[in-house]
């Protein structure tokens, strides 16, 4: 009797709760319930958006005489096209030396806080091998100080990257004693890095043997 009595208060405390309750219940199931139609509206929306864009990207691929005009419209966007865009347009600067239009699109990219941190690393690298070519064939340093900020946005915790890294570090340093046209055995700093190169057990052999051989050609030509 007594166990049934126990049964029947709690099932009261119970009702009474949801009874005194049920308003914010209510109101708590919509908002759950809007929020997530509005969350079903927005992934339909930009998967539809996502899937537009990835058809211009890839007909303005395939229309060569287009490309650059169809590229720049895609690349003002906040997704993975817009990104791919603004590579090719890159590229295509590339092949055509307007190392100036690649720099700042460069920049664009790796200064994006939206990117993966392994993509970016990898932007980095092209951008400061590319960037380096540059200054010779220009003849300049005006790309010095981008090139050390790309350098420094790649990520040495990523192994394969550490030794890259390091090796580009060190081409920048014999960039600028050939650009300035300053004596290679005068120039500590490069010096200073060949050594910690060639030294360093986490360097990998490949990169040592490239250091090496333009170690050796500055010392000896």
Known sequence: MNENNKINNN??????????????????????FTTFILFQAYTYYSIQELKKTSINFFNSIDANEDIIENLKEIKKGNDIFATLSKLKIIEKNNQENNFNISNELYKEIILSKKIDNLYKSAIALHASHTLLNASYVEKTNIYFTDISIFIDNIDSEIESYFSLKKELLYLLLVATSDINQLDYKNNSKALNMYNEIFNSTLISSSVKERVKKIHEFQIYN
Do not use: A, H
Not at 17 to 31: A, C, S
């Open 11 to 32: 099932f009261e405390r119970i009702k009474f709760l949801l009874k005194g309750n049920l308003r914010n219940i209510i109101i708590l199931i919509g908002v759950l």
